[in-house]
């Protein structure tokens, strides 16, 4: 058997990506002849058209679905509090048990992802998303057969219940993206799909932003309204699992590259060991290791570190957002929302585009993260200074100036987030399996958001979301980001080349 791992030779992101040659035995192992007569190249197929895009937007629609389950009490919060009576801390704490849950799960997704692949979590998942919205029309059903309104206090249990759930099937679409762009696409499509995954949840959250109040009347008088809405959430998780159980393959019969063949080469020598070796794998990533993975989980956690922060202490941030513009400059609670929903879709739509562009010039992970992080934290600088009143702009400017800073450093926050995924699994490969790597990434950030949930409201949130990013932005700089699974598929010549690209 061929050597798979690579050596110290790997290039990084200042050099250019060089074309390999595929070694004797690994063309004899492949045993697949060359066009020119000589050493032969192994030669990899593209799983028909339909098959990939049903994968993916199918994980999509079933992301979205679970972001916007989880937001979708507090925008409608003056009817939440008339029909169940909660109160301000409990509508945020069914928020915040849902990361709580996703925490819990993370680690346990990871051996499962690693140990059977993408279709078990992927139903799992489903059938999770099913359970979440499911109890939450049980007070329907109740009211209905009895003519008597459930107990509000029981009501609050099952939505509890019910977060916890949605957190825990948050812990596989987190890292999905990676995982599944490595099994199924090539490497000209990689980055694209992973932004496409990687975006899915704020794409949900974003829309839980504006269905609610906009099809929710406010009061008791939109209680039909959020019933019938919890029920059409229902209807769809119920419509996406069974879809799921129908049809949505693990892996296609042949490997789409060069390194998805050596990644399943060496999950295959894993045998009934795999869930063994992914616990072991998972417990050198986040604690440490020495030997040969030392190298890849110092970069991993410096990736995390630099990914987790940033996006941890918006999610802190953002929580004050509304009270900041309102004392300064009087935007109400209903404009804050549409400034924080328009500047995290504004970065799903970048972060696709920046895959898109990325997957035309490889090589180029470190130089884009950078660029966005540093015109993200020139906008929540301004946006800062502003809040904090150290700059006291020309009259009739002050709004205007809060609009286009608050959207414009969201959107080049969010932008690099699935370039965070495809770094960290280029960095680590072949060490570290991409579901590993990937859902150190999602522990971490679920770990800063979780600290902020008990951490008090303040000022000094408004100095963190300043400070924080350039901080991130200091490690990466000496980082030299190393791309041995792109390397790896130079030697690739594919089979069937689909001239139409993904979409």
């Excluded at 050198?284 to 993975?293: E, L, R, T, V």
């Excluded at 328009?342 to 660029?371: E, H, P, Q, W, Y």
């Excluded at 960095?427 to 958001?449: D, M």
């Excluded at 792109?486 to 689909?498: G, N, S, Y």
């Amino acid at each position: 058997m061929a050597d798979w791992t690579t050596d110290e030779s790997d290039q990084d992101e200042n050099n250019p990506l060089l074309a390999s040659s595929a070694s004797d035995d690994d063309a004899q192992l492949l045993n697949i002849q060359g066009s020119d007569g000589g050493t032969p190249l192994p030669t990899y197929r593209l799983a028909g058209l339909g098959t990939r895009v049903w994968v993916v937007l199918s994980l999509f629609l079933l992301s979205t679905l679970q972001a916007m389950c989880w937001n979708v009490f507090a925008p409608v919060f003056s009817t939440v509090h008339a029909v169940y009576g909660w109160d301000d801390t409990e509508v945020e704490w069914l928020a915040n048990v849902a990361n709580i849950g996703m925490l819990c799960a993370l680690p346990f997704t990871t051996i499962i992802v690693g140990a059977l692949g993408p279709r078990v979590p992927t139903i799992l998942t489903a059938m999770l998303m099913m359970l979440c919205t499911g109890l939450r029309v049980v007070p329907r059903i109740y009211t209905d057969s009895t003519g008597h309104e459930m107990d509000s206090r029981m009501v609050l249990s099952l939505n509890v219940v019910s977060m916890i759930i949605n957190g825990a099937s948050a812990a596989w679409l987190s890292f999905s993206g990676p995982v599944q762009s490595e099994i199924w696409f090539p490497p000209t499509h990689r980055a694209t799909v992973t932004a496409v995954l990687s975006v899915a949840p704020y794409v949900g959250v974003s829309l839980g932003y504006i269905v609610g109040p906009l099809v929710i009347p406010e009061g008791e008088k939109g209680a039909k309204a959020l019933n019938a809405m919890l029920l059409a959430h229902a209807i769809c998780a119920a419509t996406i699992l069974l879809a799921m159980i129908i049809y949505f393959p693990t892996s296609p019969e042949i490997a789409p590259s060069r390194s998805a063949s050596i990644r399943a080469d060496m999950a295959a020598k894993g045998g009934s060991m795999k869930a063994v070796n992914m616990i072991r794998g998972l417990g050198q990533a986040i604690f440490g290791c020495s030997g040969d993975n030392s190298q890849s989980v110092h970069a991993l956690w410096i990736i995390a570190l630099a990914y987790s922060l940033p996006l941890g202490v918006q999610a802190g941030w953002g929580a004050v957002l509304a009270i900041n513009l309102k004392k300064v400059a009087g935007i109400g609670s209903v404009m804050s929302g549409w400034i924080g929903c328009i500047s995290t879709l504004s970065g799903c739509i970048g972060g696709i585009i920046i895959g898109a562009v990325n997957d035309r010039f490889t090589g180029s992970l470190k130089t884009f993260v950078l660029v966005s992080y540093s015109l993200s934290s020139i906008f929540f600088a301004a946006l800062g200074l502003l809040v904090l009143k150290f700059w006291i702009p020309p009259p009739g400017t002050l709004v205007p100036l809060i609009y286009t800073s608050a959207i414009a450093g969201g959107f080049f926050l969010y932008c690099p987030i699935p370039l965070f995924y495809e770094m960290v699994v280029e960095e680590t490969y072949p060490r570290i399996p991409a579901a590993t790597s990937g859902g150190v990434l999602s522990i971490l950030v679920t770990v800063v958001q979780i600290v902020f949930l008990f951490a008090p409201v303040g000022r000094w949130m408004n100095w963190a979301m300043m400070l924080i990013t350039p901080f991130a932005i200091i490690p990466l700089l000496f980082l030299s980001i190393k791309y041995p699974r792109t390397q790896e598929d130079q030697v690739v010549h594919i089979a069937r080349l689909d001239r139409l690209g993904f979409f």
